[in-house]
């Protein structure tokens, strides 16, 4: 059993920057991990992607050119730079950890973030 620890959520101005973590209790090395999103009413959305190694990473076009999602095997960690935030990134986080096959199978308690001024 893993178990998730998201931190770094909070209220952060429109235009501002935040840094998401999420640590893993167990090894992280062989796995895929990712961040979702959910705002109140609407559809989770999968917001980043990064490999075991970290050379294959995706982005929705939402928040492209804006999030950069890394991470540290050694410290069993993922990250989410979150730049330049608007208000419709406002939301709770959740990061996952992904089975062999590809599909998340552990996820984080989730964090929130409000963009607001």
């Known amino acids: 059993q893993v178990q998730l620890m998201e931190s770094g959520g909070g209220l952060v101005q429109p235009g501002g920057s935040l840094r998401l973590s999420c640590q893993a209790s167990g090894s992280i090395n062989l796995n895929r991990m990712g961040w979702y999103r959910q705002a109140p009413g609407k559809q989770r959305e999968l917001v980043a992607t990064?490999?075991?190694?970290?050379?294959?990473?995706t982005y929705a076009d939402s928040v492209k050119g804006r999030f950069t999602i890394s991470r540290d095997n050694a410290k069993r960690t993922v990250y989410l730079q979150m730049n330049n935030v608007k208000p419709e990134d406002t939301a709770v986080y959740y990061c996952?950890?992904?089975?062999?096959?590809?599909?998340?199978?552990?996820w984080g308690q989730g964090t929130q973030v409000t963009v607001s001024s």
């Open positions: 996952y950890r992904a089975g062999l096959g590809g599909n998340p199978n552990y």
């Open positions: 990064i490999s075991s190694n970290g050379v294959l990473i």
